[in-house]
């Protein structure tokens, strides 16, 4: 869910953020078990990213259906029957490593005041030009 830093001022907004994104994952996976339920189906099995999207994909259907319950139940159901067709495949032994694929930017650290400032000019050439 894009959580390797909060943009957030102060440790309160931080504490906040993070019970929101708790809720959100509780939710999702509260979804995930109610579309496997009676199937023969691990919740390891299901995918945390896919069963977002098809949320996300089934998030404007439900807009004006409040009023008709017997087409949310239909709208409920095929979700659950999308979550549920969104399984992993097993393989034993491979190996999956977590690696970081936020770089340093290019440009070097304001460590001066603007006006003092001098930028170094060897990195110009890493800018992207265009």
Same mark, same amino acid.
């Given at each position: 869910m894009q =959580?390797?830093?909060?943009r957030v001022r102060n440790p309160a907004m931080a504490r906040k953020t993070l019970?929101?994104?708790k809720i959100v994952y509780n939710l #999702?996976? #509260?979804r995930q078990m &109610?579309? #496997?339920r009676g199937e023969a189906i691990c919740l390891d099995e299901l995918t945390f990213k896919d069963t977002r999207g098809v949320l996300n994909e089934f998030r404007s259907r439900f807009g004006g259906l409040l009023q008709h319950p017997r087409l949310l139940a239909k709208e409920r &159901?095929?979700?659950e029957e999308r979550i549920a067709e969104r399984t =992993? =495949? #097993?393989r034993p032994g491979r190996s999956e490593p977590t690696a970081i694929k936020l770089r340093p930017k290019p440009f070097q650290y304001l460590t001066a005041p603007r006006a003092e400032f001098t930028e170094i000019f060897h990195r110009s050439h890493y800018k992207k030009t265009g």
């Open positions: =959580l390797k830093e909060f019970r929101m994104v #999702i996976k #509260i &109610e579309a #496997i &159901e095929k979700l =992993l =495949l #097993i």
